[in-house]
Nanobody, 125 residues
Framework: QVQLVESGGGLVQAGASLRLSCTASERAFSSYTMGWFRQAPGKERDFVAGIDGSGGTAFVGDSVKGRFTISRDSAKNTVYLQMHTLKPEDTAVYYC??????????????????WGQGTQVSVSS
């Protein structure tokens, strides 16, 4: 059982930056593809960013391209989501997820087996 714990959310003004962290409970974390998703009230859970086990492949969704980056520190069992130039439409609960079976970054929530509890990001205009 992989446990994921997110942190770093909060309330910020438009244009600000935040860094979310997700720490995994297992050392095998280094081999897992990791993803960040977000879900706004009344909307589906959307892919934000993903990174493979080696860290060699990482990409973000179109809506955050140029503003968000994903990275990982396997020594700390942690994956990060750095968010810049935040907009009100970025307001959502952000979830970290682990895909323990996939070898590449997948963008659908159904491909991820383990999820964190979520952290709220609220951006005011």
């Amino acid at each position: 059982q992989v446990q994921l714990v997110e942190s770093g959310g909060g309330l910020v003004q438009a244009g600000a930056s935040l860094r979310l962290s997700c720490t995994a409970s297992e050392r095998a974390f280094s081999s897992y593809t990791m993803g960040w998703f977000r879900q706004a009230p009344g909307k589906e859970r959307d892919f934000v960013a993903g990174i493979d086990g080696s860290g060699g492949t990482a990409f973000v969704g179109d809506s955050v391209k140029g503003r968000f980056t994903i990275s990982r520190d396997s020594a700390k069992n942690t994956v990060y989501l750095q968010m810049h130039t935040l907009k009100p439409e970025d307001t959502a609960v952000y979830y970290c997820a682990a895909d323990v079976w996939g070898w590449s970054v997948r963008t659908k929530p159904m491909n991820y087996q383990y999820w964190g509890q979520g952290t709220q990001v609220s951006v005011s205009s």
